[in-house]
């Protein structure tokens, strides 16, 4: 199945809201346990959540890290709106977190009082119609030895196995998440696609001598029947 692109912010307030009242509580769970896994000692003193949205992923690290800064940032006003909302309902539960609105590429990512120990995202590189913007951010904000983890869907072969995916993970829930876990699945990346893209990114980064670094060695792995796993140490 050929890559079909999405719409690059879900900034629609009736879609934002459908997202942030979903049920993602196991996959979320297991977004964060995995990281935590790969994180090991000594836990960071700041992460960065690139493409937060309603801040699901962002609530968990900072509960899960209460000593660590974790900055959630999305594209989408609408989305971090509704992050900022849902933290100013629990005033003070997470003192060292905070959401920002801004777009990818960074325009100046030293405003963001980085390097960060961590640079994770959710679902965010599908959406992405240029992915290196996705690679030049982690390149912008990693600290250091830093932990990278990105996990997203992965196209599958074909519309049809994409259409039976949908039936499976996505029954019973809105109509406008049935719709866009589809659009999605299309607009994803298989694994050979990440490679590359991470090729290109080293070469770039290479040519650049961006911070005296070189580019990592990432792992880019198949998991489960609809996502791929990005994850590794920054150089530095």
């Known amino acids: 199945m050929e890559r079909i692109v999405e719409p690059e912010l879900m900034d629609d307030p009736l879609q934002a809201r459908a997202y942030a009242e979903a049920d993602f509580d196991r996959s979320d769970q297991a977004f964060t346990e995995r990281f935590l896994a790969l994180l090991g000692q000594p836990f960071p003193d700041g992460i960065v959540d690139l493409g937060c949205g ?6 968990r690290l900072a509960a ?6 974790v900055l959630g940032i999305d594209g989408a006003a609408s989305m971090v709106a509704l992050a900022a909302e849902h933290q100013q309902r629990h005033p003070g539960a ?18 963001l009082d980085g390097p960060f120990a961590a640079v994770v995202s ?23 030895g830093a932990t990278i983890y990105i996990k997203d869907l992965r196209r599958p072969a074909s519309a049809a196995a994409a259409d039976a995916l949908t039936e499976r ?17 299309a607009a ?18 290479g040519s650049a001598g961006t911070h005296g670094t070189t580019w990592p060695a990432f792992t880019v792995a198949e998991v489960e029947d609809r996502y791929l796993e990005i994850h590794g140490r920054w150089l530095g």
Do not use: C
Request: proline share 9%; aromatic share 8%; glycine share 4%.
């Open 54 to 59: 309603p801040g699901n992923i962002s609530f």
């Open 188 to 205: 994803a990346f298989k694994a050979a696609e990440v490679e590359a893209q991470l090729a290109q990114a080293a070469l770039l980064w």
């Open 64 to 69: 899960a890290l209460p000593q660590a800064r």
């Open 94 to 111: 997470w003192p060292q977190l905070r959401f920002q609105q801004l777009n990818l590429p960074l325009i100046d990512p030293a405003a």
């Open 122 to 144: 959710n679902s965010l590189l599908h959406h992405l119609h240029d992915p290196q913007v996705l690679w030049q951010a982690v390149g912008q904000l990693a600290a250091p």
């Open 169 to 185: 993970h996505t029954a019973g829930a809105p109509v406008v998440l049935r719709r866009d876990f589809r659009a999605s699945l």
